[in-house]
C-alpha cells in the first residue's frame, strides 16, 4: 500500500491542514497517510494522531537546518513513497527533501499569489520554476489560481492540474458567549478569517465603522500564525480607534467554526488572494448569502448576483453599499435564489470527489482525465 507524508507549516485551524486532515480520513484504507509540522492546536493536533499512522511535530513554519534535518530522520523512519509538500512552507522544504530522496513528490499552493516585488519576486518566480522540474506535478484548487499560475511560471500547462479543495458543513449549536452576543443584534455578519494581511481585516474594520449600522454585528473567528504578530498589533490598535468597536468581535480559533456558520446573515470575506476559499464553499453549504472580494479563488464561487455579491479589493464604500443591500434591501425570493444556486454549486466540492481525483494522481492513473476539470 502507498505510503504518503503529507508536510505543511503547522497544525493549527486553518485551510492547509483542515483539508489535508479531511484527505487523509478519506483516503484511510486505501493508502498509509504520515504528517509532518508544528504541533500549534492540540486538539487538531491529535486528530491527525488518531487518524494517520504516525503524526511528527516538527516546526516548519520557517525554514531551520534543525527542523530539515528532523524531517529527513522522518524520510528515514518512514520511508515514504510519495511526499505532498502544502503551501510555500512545505515546498521550500519539500525542494531539499527532493534532491536528497528518491520519491515521488506533488505540491498543492493553497493560495498561490505573488506578495513580492522587484528580486524578491524574481527570485520566487524561479524558486518555482526549479521546484516543478522536481515534482510530479502541482495542484491548483481552482482555474483562476491555476491561470495566475501558468501565466507568471513558465512551465508546461500539463505539470499542473485542478483539484477543488474537498469541503464539508455540519450544523451546531453556537457555544453560549458566542450565542449570547449574536442574539443582543439584529443582523450578523461572520467571517471565518485568520488575522494576517492575507485576509485583509483592516478594510472590514473600516467598512464597520462607515456602515453605521447600531443593529449589525462582526463576528471575526481565526487566531494568526507565526510571522502575523506585527499584523496582528496593527488590527487590535486600528480597533481600539474605531467608534464601531462595541460591535466587533475577534473570536479567535473557534473549534467547529464552519458548523456555526449556518446561525449568521452574511459571510463575509475581503481576502486579497485565496486558492479556493474553503469558508465560501462551507457558508454555500450552510446556505447563508456570500460576498466577497474579486480576487483570484472567491471569483472562482462567487458570479456577482447569481451565486452571491463581488466588491473589488479594499474598497470600503462598494463593501458597505453590498452589505446595505444584502442585509436591509434584499427580498426573500431573491436571497433564496441566490442561496440555492450557491448550493447547487457547492456539490462539485465534496470530499469524496476531491480523495478520488488526488488518489489517481498517486496511483498515476487519470492524469489527463482531471487536468481540465
Known amino acids: ?20 486532515l479531511r484527505l487523509i480520513k478519506a483516503s484511510n484504507g486505501r493508502i498509509h497517510n504520515f504528517s509532518v509540522g508544528k504541533r500549534v492546536d492540540d486538539s487538531l493536533f491529535q486528530e491527525y494522531v488518531d487518524n494517520t499512522e504516525t503524526s511528527y511535530d516538527v516546526d516548519l513554519t520557517n525554514f531551520k537546518l534543525k527542523s530539515l534535518f528532523k524531517l529527513i530522520s522522518v524520510m528515514r523512519i518512514e520511508k515514504p513513497n510519495i511526499v505532498h509538500c502544502n503551501g510555500k512552507g512545505g515546498a521550500l522544504f519539500g525542494f531539499f527533501i527532493r534532491l536528497l530522496f528518491k520519491v515521488d513528490m506533488y505540491y498543492t499552493f493553497r493560495g498561490f499569489h505573488l506578495k513580492y516585488s522587484g528580486l524578491k519576486l524574481k527570485a520566487y518566480l ?8 522536481l515534482y510530479n506535478k502541482s495542484i491548483s484548487v481552482s482555474h483562476s489560481e491555476q491561470r495566475l499560475f501558468l501565466k507568471y511560471v513558465n512551465v508546461k500547462p500539463k505539470k499542473n492540474v485542478i483539484i477543488p479543495n474537498g469541503v464539508s458543513a455540519g450544523r451546531e449549536e453556537l457555544p453560549e458567549e458566542i450565542k449570547k452576543v449574536k442574539d443582543s443584534f439584529e443582523y450578523n455578519i461572520v467571517t471565518l478569517s485568520r488575522i494576517s494581511h492575507q485576509k485583509d481585516l483592516a478594510t472590514i ?11 449589525v454585528a462582526m463576528h471575526i473567528m481565526g487566531g494568526h500564525l507565526a510571522g502575523d504578530e506585527e499584523y496582528k498589533e496593527s488590527i487590535i490598535e486600528k480597533l481600539e480607534g474605531l467608534e464601531s468597536k462595541s460591535r466587533i468581535f475577534f473570536w479567535g480559533d473557534v473549534e467547529g ?27 454555500g453549504l450552510s446556505k447563508v448569502p456570500v460576498l466577497g472580494t474579486d480576487c483570484v479563488g472567491n471569483i472562482d464561487l462567487i458570479q456577482e ?6 466588491f473589488p479589493k479594499k474598497d470600503v464604500y462598494t463593501l458597505v453599499k453590498k452589505l446595505r443591500f444584502v442585509l436591509e434591501e434584499m427580498t426573500l425570493q431573491e436571497k433564496k435564489h441566490i442561496v440555492e444556486n450557491n448550493l447547487n454549486q457547492m456539490q462539485e466540492f465534496s470530499i469524496s470527489n476531491h480523495c478520488e481525483k488526488v488518489l489517481a494522481l498517486y496511483q498515476k492513473k487519470g492524469f489527463e482525465n482531471i487536468t481540465n476539470k
Open 1 to 20: 500500500m502507498i505510503k504518503v507524508l503529507h508536510i505543511f507549516p503547522a497544525y493549527k485551524i486553518g485551510g492547509a491542514p483542515i483539508n489535508v
Open 126 to 133: 524561479l524558486f518555482e520554476k526549479v521546484f516543478s522540474k
Open 305 to 310: 448576483g447569481v451565486t452571491g455579491f463581488l
Open 205 to 215: 474594520l473600516d467598512a464597520m465603522e462607515v456602515f453605521k449600522k447600531e443593529n
Open 257 to 283: 467554526a464552519s458548523d456555526l456558520l449556518w446561525h449568521f446573515d452574511v459571510y463575509l470575506s475581503a481576502a486579497l488572494f485565496e486558492g479556493l476559499p474553503t469558508a465560501i464553499i462551507e457558508a
